[in-house]
């Protein structure tokens, strides 16, 4: 009596795709199953054999590399050097 029925489902459904559209949908699930896929990946990988130096790590954790902070510093500063050029 008090559960939601598969005739209350489909009528929320039928709503939620005239809201958001086929595409959207689609982009939304197509996500959330790599976002899934890359957590699975993630949790697989602490599982494994952890390396024994912990600043030689052949495995990442995600599908990127990590950069070091130093990398971005002389863009910042460039940025820096031309706004105050600009205020003199």
Known sequence: MGGISIWQLLII???VVLLFGTN???TLGSDLGASIKGFKKAIGDDNSAAPTNTTEKT??????????ITDKQPEV????ESKNKEQV
């Open 13 to 15: 459904a039928v709503i």
């Open 77 to 80: 500063k460039a940025a820096e």
């Open 59 to 68: 495995s990442h954790d995600a599908d990127f590399a990590a950069k070091p």
């Open 24 to 26: 959207k949908l689609r």
